[in-house]
């Protein structure tokens, strides 16, 4: 039975995507690579494709950070500060779950991303609920702002 990973998403078939991997042996974190190479302007966001999707069981999270060398090193943050993938998220019927980084480019500087620069990391977790959690039943059909639908 799989529990958790990462899957090429759907219309990156082909495209060389790497799947993530851990740098060392205890690092907590999966580094999560661009599908494209991009520039993004100073005071400019972008959306990031990776290129990837995340199955994880239904009572764990995907939070998505920015790595540290890109912060320091461009003046790069991430536009949610913390991005979150829910398990729901994965093979939903608008997007296939493809994981998008919002990267924001707060430095004076245009800086460059290249295709399969590593620009973020995913650290999975389990998440708690209340004793009176009533979830809705609806099925999730997008990511950025789908469940305010």
């Known amino acids: 039975m799989r529990t958790r990973g ?5 219309g990156y078939e082909g495209e060389s995507i790497n799947l993530p991997k851990r740098a ?22 972008k959306l990031i494709p990776t290129g990837l999707k995340a199955y994880m069981l239904k009572d764990e999270i995907l939070k998505i950070y920015i790595r540290s060398s890109l912060a320091v090193k461009k003046g790069a943050m991430l536009a949610n500060n913390v991005g979150i993938i829910d398990s729901d998220y994965y093979g939903n019927v608008k997007n296939d779950g493809h994981i998008l980084v919002p990267i924001y ?40 702002g789908s469940s305010n639908k």
Do not use: C, H, W
């Open 6 to 10: 990462f899957e090429i998403a759907l």
């Open 105 to 144: 480019n707060f430095s004076n500087k245009v800086f460059i991303i290249n295709k399969d620069e590593k620009i973020a990391q995913g650290i999975f977790e389990k998440y708690l609920t209340t004793d009176i959690d009533k979830p809705n039943k609806d099925l999730r059909v997008g990511g950025f």
């Open 24 to 45: 060392t042996l205890y690092s907590a974190g999966y580094d999560i690579a661009s599908a494209i190479s991009t520039e993004i302007k100073p005071n400019e966001m």
